[in-house]
């Protein structure tokens, strides 16, 4: 057997879309079954993700393990807000309908009927049992974790620049109550949205977690993010917060362009703009 040895994701594989996965999912992910997952959308129409990072296993029930979830998905927002989906197996004979269903995947479509699938309500959860496929397993979402504590390390600029904002505004208020375990909370998510970017931007290792490749990012911006932190009196808090809003707003405008991606400072605006907001990115 001629076997080779990879640390790092192969030339061939360079320049591929993963569309947030990592290389070594696509790797390992081949072979393995592949689920379609149902549920009802906030407007009550019916949804249908493909799955196949997943496995079973069980502790005096059991349970399905979904490693790999995709957080811009309607899957995703299903499992955290009704927390009721079907896991339906297709075979041959429905695989190219249950396959349909990613390219028929506006929000405001029944998703398995335009894809030429039928269902029916699950008799223990309410979610859609698609006929076609041979076994649907009726659940209930148990827990969510991320896998170490904390990860939002997301690559998509303008959902961080979003996050990041909306937290930034809501900094104002906890300032002035001296809330300091909402602040240190918020301050925590900003700490995580700026660290995104930053990695978003200047990763350069395909290994280990976001705390480690953050040794390898320039070294003024690893000092950027060690002033999201909060002391017992708040002492300081708010001129760091202030530079590292400005930071964060530098670090995005450099990598959009790094990119090649469209930059909207339109959040920033909305913190100028807001009376309620305490901490204001300083204009210029
Ligand atoms: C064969 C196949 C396997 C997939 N496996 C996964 C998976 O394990 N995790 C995931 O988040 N997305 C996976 N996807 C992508 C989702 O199915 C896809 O993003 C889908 O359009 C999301 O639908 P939704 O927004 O209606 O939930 C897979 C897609 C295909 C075609």
């Not at 990041?164 to 900094?171: N, P, V």
């Amino acid at each position: 057997m001629n076997k080779k040895q990879f640390f790092m994701i192969p030339d061939e594989m360079k320049g591929n879309e993963w569309w947030g996965f990592h290389w070594l999912e696509h790797v390992t992910a081949v072979p393995a079954p592949l689920v379609l997952v149902t549920g009802y959308k906030e407007n009550g129409l019916a949804n249908g993700t493909m799955q196949s990072w997943f496995c079973f296993s069980n502790e005096n029930n059991f349970y399905c393990i979904f490693g790999s979830v995709n957080k811009y998905t309607h899957m995703y927002e299903i499992i955290s807000k009704k927390k009721q989906i079907v896991i339906n197996f297709p075979d041959r004979t429905c695989i190219e309908k249950c396959m349909d269903t990613v390219a028929n995947n506006s929000y405001d479509m029944d998703e398995l009927s335009a894809s030429n699938l039928h269902y029916r309500d699950g008799s223990k959860v309410k979610a859609p049992v698609v006929n076609e496929c041979f076994l649907n397993l009726e659940c209930e979402v148990e827990w969510e974790r991320e896998i170490y504590e904390g990860s939002i390390w997301s690559d998509d600029i303008s959902y961080l620049e979003k996050t990041y904002w909306y937290h930034a505004y809501m900094t104002g208020k906890y300032l002035k109550r001296k809330d300091y375990f909402k602040l240190n909370h918020v301050l925590h998510t900003m700490y995580e949205t700026h660290m995104s970017v930053l990695l978003v931007g200047f990763d350069r290792i395909t290994w280990g977690g976001s705390a480690n490749k953050l040794h390898f990012i320039p070294i003024e911006k690893q000092a950027h993010l060690k002033k999201y932190y909060c002391p017992e009196n708040l002492d300081g808090v708010e001129q760091n917060l202030i530079s590292c809003m400005k930071w964060f707003q530098e670090d995005t405008q450099e990598i959009c362009k790094l990119k090649g991606l469209d930059y909207s400072a339109y959040s920033v605006d909305t913190i100028h703009s807001n009376e309620l907001g305490y901490c204001k990115v300083p204009s210029e």
